[in-house]
């Protein structure tokens, strides 16, 4: 299954997301955020993410059109409206190794 199509380049973004509440206040807002999580999986935005270990954050692989999309985006994330968390951005061009290619296009590994 390919996800949706949206506008990007051959970029991809990992974001770090790091604590700087208390867990039992990101734990507050934890659901809210796993359903923002879900919406940009479904539209093919985010390619996959999970939490840091130890719980000090999380990690998501993202494509997108540019950095400025990738920004505006992470304001609209409950942990970050709610104070308990921000996010470092690095930016990058897979080109070697077999997920490479899935990255960037979107496919599922079943199918590169």
Request: proline fraction near 8%; aromatic fraction near 8%.
């Given at each position: ?34 359903d ?13 993410s999970?939490?840091r ?23 609209t ?18 080109t070697r ?8 296009t ?5 199918q590169?």
């Amino acid at each position: 299954m390919t996800a949706p199509s949206l506008p990007h380049n051959d970029t991809v973004f990992v974001l770090t997301v790091t604590y700087n509440a208390p867990l039992k206040c990101v734990d507050e807002l934890l659901q809210a955020h796993r359903d923002w999580l879900d919406s940009h999986f479904s539209s093919g935005l985010f390619l996959a993410s999970g939490p840091r270990v130890p719980r000090t954050g999380g990690v998501i692989l993202a494509r997108a059109a540019d950095r400025a999309d990738v920004e505006a985006l992470i304001l609209t994330d409950p942990f970050v409206l709610g104070g308990v968390a921000y996010y470092d951005i690095v930016q990058f061009h897979p080109t070697r190794g077999p997920f490479a290619e899935p990255l960037v296009t979107g496919a599922t590994v079943e199918q590169a």
